[in-house]
């Protein structure tokens, strides 16, 4: 199921501007992996290279290697889409669909893909939904539209839809940051019960967050405003907390930070 | 402070105003209104639209005038500009009003079911009866015919604008959209009679007409399903790709269906618009006063040539029809306007709970 990521010398690009350089890292299965940094270093960016998401924005282009196990995400023969399904994102802001209800929008990866049995549905949002932790919160509901949860709802809605479909690789670009502190706190304990399952990415601007909820923990950087963001040191997350091996770290982690 | 006269400030400290009532605006509209209907009358206008210019001139002057003595100089500009807009808004009706009043008035008198279900067969200008049965067969297979052939082709053209385009293509085609949105509908009409008819040698028939009112809507139709899409969230369109779902699939179920009840108001206010077209139906169709159900052949009639057609016959009984005609195309661009919004209510993104 959960697979492990090698990424080597990955530049991405916005047209001409080159957002992040040459980053090399292991992202280790069955895990979860934060990625800290200040604003504009580029931590999106290279989050949305590893599921080809990069690539739908006009302009953006990506050099280098992403191994997923032994398949490289950007060989020459590989389909984006089949990349998607099995790397699944779930993005800043709550994005459910507002045509669809509750259900629909859990079942939308499947039914979009055409890839599921009629009767198999049931069964599949319902432990979605439970997964994300909102099943008692919308079971009496299912029917009703998407937009009308709370934000924080919302949320781990698109967490259930994500991870309906099964992916190997779940990343999740700031997933609380527009959410109050119990919901939150339902969803760092989400965190902790999915990576029993999948591989885990989270982009984060919570110290306190990445330190509670990952395993290990990449710190990003950039010299100037203008110049690519990066990687400057990726480590277990209680050494990046306590005795990081590069001053930088320190200094961000620490607030003494420009 | 210079910029704060003592006026606004009565008390220092407290933050509450001279305020006029509120039945103030409404009252100085109704005053304003007899004034000038008053002076108008003293002077002799024969014209009601003058009266009512000076209605609206003592309206604004007068709300300009009384604010200030009353209230202050910043609250007498809020007002000044809430009249302004008041009058603007008057000025847009009432033309609407009174175009829809004499419409109704004047077509009532001969529309009902006979009318609605007969034709002109045997019938000249000057006896009464008659109805637009042909007519609205006509009109009905004519727009049918040109949304048949409208709206896919715009809805796909917007589609590539909004989710493909991009380049030299992309650039041509929304110029060509821009031109042809412009196009005269007689220049239409003209453009098909140079190749349909008269370089294909096709007679005149229905369908020669839908062409030509296929030109006119489809820039429309391109037009609105174009900014419906771009209204779309570009994280739905995100979201969907993120899940593995291909890029057409997206389109299909997640962009379409968030813009659907936009796109359909935009196709319907195009039909409604191109239902009233009259200059290329005259070249291409040209009327006639029997039904004739086969818009593949022959000419055929439709209503707003009808109402052109009676009206020049120029009697009594002729106008008459042509009025109940043109309430019959009102009443069919209104009802096409209701389905619209009931649609676009009905399948909008639903919010709340
Ligand atoms: N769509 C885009 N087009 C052009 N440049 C972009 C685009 N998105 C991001 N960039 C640029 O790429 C760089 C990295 O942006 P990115 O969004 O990855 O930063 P980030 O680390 O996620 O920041 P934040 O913490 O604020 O989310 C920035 O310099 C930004 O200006
Ligand atoms: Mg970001």
Redesign the pocket.
């Known amino acids: 199921m959960a697979k492990r990521i090698d990424v080597s010398g990955l530049s991405a690009f ?2 001409s ?1 080159r ?1 992040i350089d040459d980053i090399s890292m292991t992202v280790e299965p069955r895990s979860v992996t934060a990625f800290i ?1 200040p ?8 989050l949305r290279t590893l599921n080809r998401m990069h690539e739908v ?1 006009p ?1 953006g282009r990506v050099e280098g290697k992403v191994m997923l196990d032994d398949e490289n995400l950007y060989g020459s023969s590989v389909d984006p889409v089949a990349v998607r399904r099995t790397v699944g994102m779930v993005f800043q802001r709550p994005n459910p669909f507002p045509t669809m209800s509750i259900y629909d929008n859990v079942a939308a990866g499947l039914r979009l893909n055409g890839s599921y049995k009629k009767r198999d549905l049931d069964g599949i949002v319902e432990k979605s939904l439970q997964g994300a932790n909102l099943w008692n919160e919308v079971k009496d509901r299912l029917n009703k539209p998407g937009s009308g949860l709370s934000g924080g709802q919302q949320q781990r809605l698109c967490i259930a839809r994500a991870i309906a479909v099964e992916p190997q690789v779940l990343l999740m670009d ?1 997933p609380c940051s527009a959410l109050d502190p119990i919901s939150t706190l339902a969803i760092e304990d989400l965190i902790g019960d999915l990576k029993e399952r999948f591989t885990i990415v989270i ?1 984060t ?1 919570n110290m306190q967050q990445a330190a509670r909820v990952s395993d290990r923990t990449a710190f ?1 950087n950039l010299e100037a405003v203008g110049k690519p ?1 990066k990687l400057i040191e990726i480590d277990e997350t209680e050494r990046i907390f306590s005795n990081p091996s590069v001053q930088a770290t320190e200094d961000y982690i620490s607030g003494r930070f420009g | 402070m210079d910029r704060q006269p003592a006026t606004d400030t009565p008390a220092p400290g407290t933050l509450a105003h001279r305020r006029m009532p509120r039945w103030a605006p409404a009252g100085l509209a109704l005053a304003s209104a007899a004034l000038g209907s008053g002076l108008g009358l003293a002077a002799g206008w024969h014209s009601k639209v003058q009266w009512g210019l000076l209605a609206a001139i003592f309206f604004v002057l007068g709300t300009y005038a009384i604010t200030t003595a009353v209230e202050g100089k910043r609250q007498a500009k809020d007002r000044i500009a809430t009249s302004i807009v008041w009058v603007c808004f008057a000025l847009a009706v009432v033309p609407l009003a009174s175009l829809t009043w004499t419409t109704v008035a004047r077509g009532v008198k001969v529309l009902d079911g006979y009318f609605l279900s007969h034709s002109m067969a045997g019938l000249n200008q000057m006896v009464p009866g008659g109805g637009i049965y042909h007519a609205i067969i006509g009109t009905l297979e004519q727009v049918a015919f040109a949304t048949l052939m409208a709206v896919p082709v715009g809805l796909l053209t917007a589609i590539y604008l909004v989710e493909y385009g991009k380049g030299r293509l992309a650039k041509a085609v929304t110029f060509f959209v821009d031109v042809m949105t412009g196009i005269p509908s007689i220049v239409a009409g003209l453009f098909i009679l140079s190749t349909w008819v008269l370089t294909f040698g096709m007679g005149p028939s229905g369908f020669a007409g839908s062409l030509a009112l296929t030109i006119l809507m489809m820039p429309i139709v391109v037009r609105s399903t174009e900014e419906m899409l771009k209204l779309v969230p570009n994280e739905l369109r995100e979201a969907s790709l993120a899940l593995g779902v291909p890029k057409w699939r997206t389109i299909l179920k997640v962009v379409l269906p968030t813009a659907i009840g936009g796109i359909t108001t935009g196709v319907m206010l195009a039909v409604a618009r191109i239902a009233g077209e009259t200059a290329p139906v005259m070249l291409l169709v040209l009327g006639s006063s029997f039904i004739n159900n086969d818009p593949f052949s022959d000419e055929q009639a439709s209503l707003p040539l009808y109402v052109y057609q009676e009206y020049m016959l120029g009697t009594p009984y002729s106008y008459d029809r042509a009025w109940g005609a043109a309430l019959t195309l009102i009443m069919f661009v209104m009802i096409l306007n209701l389905v619209a919004r009931a649609i676009a209510r009905w399948k909008a993104p639903k919010t709340g709970r």
Do not use: I
């Open positions: 916005y047209g501007h957002a940094g604003s504009g270093c580029g931590k999106s960016t290279f924005t302009g700031e982009v601007h990003f963001g």
